[in-house]
């Protein structure tokens, strides 16, 4: 490979080293001209180069400013309450809420539907777990104003005919619930896990449920019910351990 020698005015440089722009006559006249005469002056590469530069700059500057305008165009909302249609467990709800306000606000507080709870309000512990178009979602980190358009799914909306899904009866014959207060948020997270794996196995099932605790300590009844509706076949609720082949003894 040849070696090239720096810019200068005195020093010829081979045409068209590798990396170097080939300059058109909209460039720059003397410049092009320069470089298919097979001499390249540091003057008219700068002047190559600045040209080059400053047609980006501009290209960005209109782009941006395209940007700014549509931005301006939106129309702002808020402070104060404004009107929003939510579309929740298939029916639509019009609401009246300040744009500041949760998912987990409004379906709670304006929606009445309070079996979705609010636990720790900073997206840790998965007791607010709604369906956003099928996917499960913290509402407590959401903007209720953000969530018009798509299909919302509660707690309340998995036994609109009043009968208990066979997630919900798993979790009654595996005991996988104590005080409760969570079991909405993994009934969500698990009803969407089995509508599109309905089998699925244990490793899967503790995955899905990763954003979900329990603080009374219910996961493995939770895994075992989950397993139960995925039609695994699980243990018996209680296992009696005789005295002479507990480890202790």
């Known amino acids: 490979m040849p070696l090239y020698r720096p810019f200068g005015c005195a020093h010829d440089l081979p045409q068209n080293p590798a990396g170097m722009k080939r300059f058109s006559s909209s460039d720059h006249p003397s410049a092009a001209s320069a470089l298919l005469s097979g001499r390249v002056s540091r003057r008219d590469f700068l002047r190559g180069l600045g040209t080059t530069a400053v047609s980006a700059a501009a290209l960005g500057a209109q782009g941006f400013a395209s940007e700014l305008a549509q931005a301006n165009a939106e129309k702002i909302r808020g402070p104060g309450a404004v009107p929003i249609t939510l579309f929740v467990n298939g029916e639509r709800r019009a609401l009246t809420v300040e744009p500041r306000v949760t998912l987990l606000e409004a379906l709670r507080l304006h929606a009445g539907l309070t079996g979705t709870k ?16 099928g996917d499960p979602v913290y509402a407590c980190s959401m903007l209720a104003i953000e969530a018009q358009g798509a ?3 509660t707690i309340e909306g998995l036994t609109k005919s009043g009968e208990l899904t066979r997630l919900q009866r798993a979790f009654v014959d595996q005991d996988g619930l104590q005080c409760g207060f969570c079991t909405p948020g993994y009934a969500m997270t698990l009803t969407a896990l089995l509508r599109k794996n309905p089998h699925p196995t244990e490793a899967e099932i503790r995955r899905a449920c990763a954003g979900n605790l329990c603080r009374c300590g219910s996961q493995p009844r939770i895994v075992a019910a989950a397993l139960d509706a995925g039609g695994h076949p699980t243990a018996a609720k209680a296992t009696v351990i005789r005295f002479h082949d507990h480890a202790l003894a």
């Open 118 to 133: 609010e636990s720790c309000d900073r997206a840790t512990c998965g007791a607010c777990t709604v369906l956003f178009n």
């Open 151 to 153: 299909e919302i799914e």
